[in-house]
Structures are given as C-alpha cells and as structure tokens.
C-alpha cells in the first residue's frame, strides 16, 4: 500500500523534475534568443523606444538645423544664380539686333527746324531786335517754380528741349517767397538755388537759347518787399553772366494786390541800375500791376531806361477779348511788350486748353511777333503742367506723355516751323 506520505513525496518530486525540465528548456531558449518572454519584450521595446527616440531627436536636430541651413544657403545660392541668369538672358536680348528696334520707335517727338538764335538782343522802337535790327521772337516755356521742379531744367533736359522741340528762349521761374522761395528758405536752398540756375544758363548758353532768370515774386504782391535781397542777387548773378548775351532778367514776375505801378518804378529805378552798372546790353523785363497785366499805367509813365520790356501775362481760360485789347493797345501805342507768362487754361493753373480764346491770343502772338513763354514745365497734376502727371521722364517726351496744353503747345511749334518754311 502506498502510503500518502509517499503520494506528497511523487507529487513534489514530480513537481520539481517538471521545474527543472521547464527551466531548463527556458534557459537554453533564453540564451540561443529564440524565445522572447514578456518581461524582455517590454525591456526590449523601451529599449528601441529609447534608442530609437534618442537618435531620432539628434538626428531631428542634425536633419533640422544642418539641412535647412544648407538649403537656405542653396536657395541663397539659387536666388542669386536668378538675376544672373536673367541678366544673361536680358544681355543676349540685348545683344540680338531685332529686339532693339522696338527702343527706336519710343523716339521723343520733334518737331521739323529749330527757332533761330539771334546774338545780342535790343529794343527798337518798342520791338525786340537782333544786332542789325530785325524783329526778333522768341518762343519758349517757362519752368515751374525751381525749389519744386528743378528736374526739369537740368542741363539735359535744357538741351533736350532745344533738340526736340526746338525752342529758343526758357525761363527759369525762382519764387521769391512761396514754395522755398529764395527769400525765405535759408543760405543752404539758396545757394541750391543758384547752382540750378547755373546750371541752367550754361545749358542755355551751350545750345544757343536765351534764359530768362525770372524773380518769380507772388504771394509777395509788393516787389518792395523783399527789395534788397533782389538788389543782392541780382548783384552776384549779372558779375557772374555779364558775359552772357542771352541771359536776360526779370526783375519782378507779378506785382499784385494793391501794389501800383508807381511802386513797381521805384523798385525798377533801384534794381536796374544794379544789373546795368555789371552789363549795360543786358534786356531787363519789367513786371506790370495787376499780375502783369495793367499796361495803361505803364503808358502812362514809362520807365526811363533803354532795352526794357514790360511783362503781360494772360491765361486764356480766364482772359478774353478786354485783356487782349488793353494788351493790343499798349502795342500799338508801341509799348515794348513782352509774354513772359501765359497759359492756355484757367488762371488758377488748371483746367483744360480752351481752344477758342487760344487760338485768338496765338494769333496776337503771331501778328505782334511776340516773344513768349508758356507756363509750366511740369508733370504737376495741374492744366498748365506742359508733361502729363504719369509720366516720371524730365526730357525726351514722346507726344503721348505731353499733356492736353503740352500737346497743343507742340502742335503749336511744329506748324511754326511749316508756317516759317513755306513764307521762305
Ligand atoms: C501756379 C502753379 C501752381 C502753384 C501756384 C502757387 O501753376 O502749381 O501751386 O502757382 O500759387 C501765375 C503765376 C504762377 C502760377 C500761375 C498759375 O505767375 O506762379 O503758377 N499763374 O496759377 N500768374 C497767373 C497764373
């Protein structure tokens, strides 16, 4: 009989055998790796995780900073590498003979002859006269004011308009007290001022115009105002052009307000011999009451000094058949008259060409051989600007970037010269 003491015993040894065939069987397992138990599969996973996971983040910060600078250094290179290749593609459109021609067509508008010069100018028997004393015209734009458009009178735009629209007179319109006048803006503009205008007359000089050096007075309605400082730079500009015959001074553009002519005399008488006693030749242009447009009063009492013009200025927006007969009767009472001044549109500077009364004060200028200057040289979004507001050139405008007054003004000019060629 087996007693149950010995049944415990099997069971345990039993028990114990199974132990050590199981482990064993796991231990060889274990260590050829053929089986993973639980715990190593955690242990394992954490590991990759963590190994994985640590040379990712380098790798992350490697891939990150390395590549990305590189490509950003790559981009750099490629951006820069772009304007290369575009310029090389743009040099060898420059270089191919058939793209070049379309430059050609985008030619300034000329005109067909350029207006004479005439040397040295005088005043006989109230009309401006060349040396032999022939009537002499001169046709011309003014410039807008220089402290604000100095662009437009540098020494190639200057030359630019004689080639293209072959005028021979331009003036050079310097405020006095508005818009950085010379009177007000301080040492520095002035002298900016004076280069401009420098500038300007030996541009004028080189291409065989006449320059009109303008006191553009205006807001200051009384040239007495700023008397001593006209005296002044009038002074120091005629030494430095006394030898210059087609420089030609405006001592006061338009004495308004309740300034008479009798103030504008003793202005004048003060002024002049300042220019005279330098250059005793020089053609002095006076300014008249009422902005340049009260000849009766200078009739009346005229100044009493040779080759002076008094000044009329129209607009012809504004100033119809009474102007142009108080301007009509001075000429023929043989007042020498000179336009410095005027506009096709309104007074104000603005508004459109009014073709009607242009057309009758053109043929006073035409019937009087009246010398003139159109205002202004200018892209300013105004009617009187000869250059429309979009266009940025300062010289070599096409019809097209002229504006309505610049348009009729250059049609003007070419019909001159038609009309010059066919009385010859
Ligand atoms: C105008 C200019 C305009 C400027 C104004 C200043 O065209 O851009 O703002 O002066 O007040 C004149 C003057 C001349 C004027 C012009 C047109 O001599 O300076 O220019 N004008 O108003 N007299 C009659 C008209």
Not at 224 to 236: D, H, R
Not at 337 to 350: H, K, M, P, Q, R
Not at 392 to 407: H, I, M, N, R, V
């Amino acid at each position: 009989m087996v007693s149950k003491k010995q049944k415990v015993r099997t069971v345990i040894l039993v028990l114990l055998l199974a132990i050590a065939i199981v482990g064993g069987v796991f231990a060889i397992s274990y260590y050829k790796g053929g089986v993973t138990f639980p715990w190593q599969v955690t242990a394992v996973t954490e590991t990759k995780e963590e190994v994985a996971e640590e040379p990712q983040d380098e790798k992350l910060t490697v891939t990150v900073v390395e590549p990305e600078a590189k490509e950003e250094t790559k981009k750099e290179a490629v951006t820069e590498e772009k304007p290369k290749d575009v310029k090389k593609v743009e040099e060898t459109t420059e270089e191919t003979p058939v793209e070049e021609t379309p430059v050609e067509e985008t030619t300034a508008a000329t005109v067909d002859n350029k207006l004479d010069y005439y040397g040295q100018l005088h005043v006989e028997d109230g009309v401006l006269v060349d040396a032999e004393g022939e009537t002499v015209q001169l046709t011309g734009v003014s410039s807008h004011g220089l402290s604000w458009y100095p662009e437009y009178v540098t020494a190639d735009s200057i030359k630019a308009l004689r080639d293209n629209w072959g005028i021979n007179v331009i003036r050079l319109a310097m405020y006095t007290s508005d818009y950085n006048g010379y009177c007000v803006a301080g040492e520095e503009i002035q002298s900016v001022l004076k280069d401009n205008i420098d500038e300007a007359v030996t541009a004028a000089t080189e291409n065989d115009m006449y320059v009109i050096i303008d006191w553009h007075i205006l807001n200051d309605g009384n040239p007495n105002e700023y008397k001593s400082q006209a005296i002044q730079f009038f002074g120091e500009i005629v030494r430095k052009y006394e030898d210059n015959e087609n420089v030609i001074y405006e001592i006061c553009n338009e004495p308004n307000g309740d300034t008479t002519w009798e103030d504008i005399k003793k202005y004048a008488n003060e002024v002049i011999p300042v220019i005279r006693n330098v250059d005793e030749d020089a053609l002095i242009l006076v300014g008249t009451p009422s902005y340049s447009s009260d000849l009766d009063s200078v009739l009346e009492a005229p100044l009493d000094f040779d080759n002076i013009m008094y000044t009329y200025h129209f607009y012809a927006g504004t100033h119809k058949s009474s102007a142009r007969n108080s301007l009509t009767n001075a000429l023929d009472a043989g007042l020498p008259v000179f336009i410095s001044e005027y506009g096709l549109v309104s007074a104000d500077g603005d508004g459109t060409v009014d073709t009607k009364e242009a057309e009758k004060w053109i043929d006073i200028l035409k019937e009087y051989n009246l010398s003139s200057c159109i205002w202004n040289l200018s892209n300013k979004a105004e009617g009187s600007a000869l250059i429309s507001a979009d266009c940025d050139k300062t010289a070599d405008f096409e019809y097209e970037e002229l504006s309505e007054q610049g348009q009729y003004f250059f049609d003007l000019l070419q019909n001159n010269k038609s009309n010059t060629e066919n009385k010859r």
